[in-house]
């Protein structure tokens, strides 16, 4: 199959019936793909009062009635226990399982979130013909913890994570009005140049991902980044946390130009 | 004191005090109003996710801790208990009372959700020189009932609330424009045009506020409208609710031009 091309219930059928395990990238394009995040819904509260007050970093798609796995908004026809490639377990902020299916996990309890991810901000990008560095050079895009602080809600509180793509300055110019247009996942940049301003000691030695060249006339430019709902959630060590496994994404029906608002 | 050019903290002021109980429209130029609903904490999860499926008729401006009365986001140095001109007790969905402080009614388990209102994106209209016959008439806006259902969110569920704006076609492409860059307070028109396709019966007779003359030439253009998470939140006899009065909404510190993506 041309996973390409495509859509977005032809694959997700593949993933359930476990025909299809991999990362999702470069899958069904044009659709937007989620990060997701379950927790249990003495939690949600909170968590849904974080996601919103710091739409940035966590930038809310969908969110699911507690007990049932059907993201109604975003993929009707979905089902979130068997529909992504893989999954992480999670007791009490330490990984307890990695499986294919969250069936046997499933509680009457428990609400899903599937939050933006920088796959929908990057395609309008790439269509403008800008370079991508991580995506030239393939690997994953670098991301860092700064001395930013989210807003916190409840329990939930601490640093935001952001990414980094290298540009020279009129493709970084070009880079703000693009994502400009994409408040709903991630959207402008949160920060351009210098790195320590953000607390990022060393721009050679990302937290998560891979490190990407910045060349000679480029600058940092750096946008609030999904893996920072995830980090909060776990350093509060709920009794029961499940995600999606790194680039194992929820491809949903949702068109990216869509999330965009013109 | 001259209103229109005061800060929000003197206004404020002046309103906890109770040396001045009046509608707050032209007040504190600049600055963004709010919508007021408080509803207790078992209700707040699903009002919550309410306004997150709804962002268009319900943009969340701010929502406090359960029990706190300061909106920290929007005006940290603010009590919402005091700071209103007027407030309306609701008790299973009837009104019992219309107060100016709500100190008596306060509980350890209120959340208060602040959501933007009109005011917001009538501003930049109104400084791009589009006429707004309201205004300019001096009445409150036409509002209808719509046929167009809100996705609805555990107990909370029911048809989108919508303002009027009668405008000319040129005038109408302008105001998509400017109200495009405030994703965060309605957003762009969700309607243009025949009243009918959105299930508005009569143009000239508003659910709520006072018709708008519509001039030949003109096309009605239609927002999604803060009343409508106040008219949801309603339906559903909450065993206690409390409003700001029509018209007497809560100034806090943002600026409008802050709500806008450019």
Known sequence: MDYANASPD??????????????????????????????PKDLAFDFLLFCQRNKKPCPILDVTDAGSPIPHLTAPDADLRYDIPKYRIYRHGEMTDEVTDIEKYWQNDLVAFLLGCSFSFESPMLDAGLELRHITDNHNV?????????VPAGV???????????MKPADAI?????????????????HIGDPEAIGIKDINKPDFGDASVIRDGEVPVFWACGVTPQSIAMTTKPPL?????PGHMFITDVLNSQLSIM
Chains 1, 2 share one sequence.
């Open 10 to 39: 032809a694959v997700r059928k593949l993933i359930r019936e476990n025909k299809l395990i991999a990362q999702t990238s470069g899958m069904c394009n044009g659709y937007a793909q989620a990060n997701m995040a379950i927790l």
């Open 142 to 150: 670098p991301m860092y913890k700064t001395n930013i602080d989210c």
């Open 156 to 166: 939930f509180h601490g640093p935001m994570v952001v990414s980094m793509r290298p």
């Open 174 to 190: 070009r880079a703000v009005q693009i994502t400009t247009r994409m408040p709903y996942v991630h959207g402008a940049p949160i």
């Open 241 to 245: 946390m499940i995600t999606h496994a």
